[in-house]
């Protein structure tokens, strides 16, 4: 049974000002039923995940693909986990088009988590115009393969489908459209590691989720939580995305 997932990536905003937010969180949504966490900007991970204890897991939005060295700028998986962050998302389609990261650097961004003993949350993602052409499904494919190191397992990784058209734009995928690429990532996991191991890698839908989509969207085939970016910075907001996993 895969237990379910509302994952918050609050992207480069938030100074400390904003740490009431986790405050909020834990009062409302302290005792949820699913895995609530976190990412903000790294500048914010040792303070919230002192004040976030067990009940809100605290994660990185990037890490640096070795563990230490002459990276002017870049910060490891072994000291985001020194300073309380349990997730690193990599492969964001942000850090995909800003920085040019190419499926070989997730990857070897994601075994840098692994090594640190983290999990990777992996995001892949189609643009509009590899949707228009009918070129979802080979793109999807070809990002999980690449992306994606041998040894995946539900401990160490969780895979979340982000259309890259769908965030921050407030378009929202159709509930086929999810259903037919969280089937599709499903089969391709067990072609790869087995059935029983694919099983246990939780799948997330990112991409314009708001407490008022949320529900149609839990309901979906395969979908096992969310990657939610703008509706993450404010606990109300992210608070009903949860209550409305909770109650999937
Ligand atoms: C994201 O940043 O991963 C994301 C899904 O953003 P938003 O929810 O704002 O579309």
Same mark, same amino acid.
């Not at 921050?168 to 790869?192: C, K, N, P, S, Y």
């Given at each position: 049974?895969?237990?379910?997932?509302?994952?918050?990536?609050?992207?480069?905003?938030?100074?400390?000002?904003?740490?009431?937010?986790?405050?909020?969180?834990?009062? %409302?949504?302290?005792?949820?039923?699913?895995?609530?966490?976190?990412?903000?900007?790294?500048?914010?991970?040792?303070?919230?995940?002192?004040?976030?204890?067990?009940?809100?897991?605290?994660?990185?939005?990037?890490?640096?693909?070795? #563990?230490?060295?002459?990276?002017?700028? %870049?910060?490891?998986?072994?000291?985001?986990? %020194?300073?309380?962050?349990?997730? @690193?998302?990599?492969?964001?389609?942000?850090?995909?088009? %800003?920085?040019?990261?190419?499926?070989?650097?997730?990857?070897?961004?994601?075994?840098?988590?692994? $090594? #640190?003993?983290?999990?990777?949350? @992996?995001?892949?993602?189609?643009?509009?115009?590899?949707?228009?052409?009918?070129?979802?499904?080979?793109?999807?494919?070809?990002?999980?393969?690449?992306?994606?190191?041998?040894?995946?397992?539900?401990?160490?990784?969780?895979?979340?489908?982000?259309?890259?058209? $769908?965030?921050?734009?407030?378009? @929202?995928?159709?509930?086929?459209?999810?259903?037919?690429?969280?089937?599709?990532?499903?089969?391709?996991?067990?072609?790869?590691?087995?059935?029983?191991?694919?099983?246990?890698?939780?799948?997330?839908?990112?991409?314009? @989720?708001?407490?008022?989509? $949320?529900?149609?969207?839990?309901?979906?085939?395969?979908?096992?939580? $969310?990657?939610?970016?703008?509706?993450?910075?404010?606990?109300?907001?992210?608070?009903?995305?949860?209550?409305?996993?909770?109650?999937?």
């Amino acid at each position: 049974m895969r237990r379910k997932m509302a994952a918050g990536n609050w992207k480069m905003n938030g100074t400390r000002a904003n740490l009431v937010e986790i405050d909020a969180l834990i009062r %409302d949504h302290g005792a949820a039923k699913s895995e609530v966490l976190i990412c903000p900007p790294a500048t914010l991970i040792h303070a919230m995940s002192g004040r976030a204890d067990a009940r809100i897991a605290v994660g990185a939005q990037d890490c640096h693909m070795s #563990a230490a060295g002459a990276h002017t700028g %870049d910060v490891s998986a072994e000291m985001l986990a %020194d300073v309380g962050a349990s997730h @690193v998302i990599t492969g964001h389609s942000e850090r995909r088009a %800003d920085h040019g990261e190419s499926d070989a650097d997730v990857a070897a961004k994601t075994a840098a988590v692994w $090594a #640190a003993g983290l999990v990777a949350i @992996v995001c892949i993602g189609e643009t509009l115009a590899q949707r228009k052409s009918g070129d979802t499904l080979n793109v999807i494919g070809a990002q999980l393969a690449g992306s994606i190191p041998d040894g995946a397992t539900g401990a160490n990784t969780v895979i979340a489908y982000e259309p890259v058209w $769908a965030i921050g734009t407030g378009e @929202v995928a159709t509930v086929g459209q999810i259903a037919e690429v969280h089937d599709f990532i499903r089969a391709e996991l067990a072609a790869r590691f087995g059935a029983k191991a694919a099983d246990t890698l939780r799948l997330l839908y990112g991409g314009s @989720v708001k407490p008022a989509n $949320a529900a149609e969207i839990f309901a979906t085939s395969n979908v096992d939580g $969310a990657l939610v970016g703008g509706a993450s910075l404010k606990a109300a907001d992210f608070g009903g995305i949860i209550a409305a996993l909770d109650a999937a």
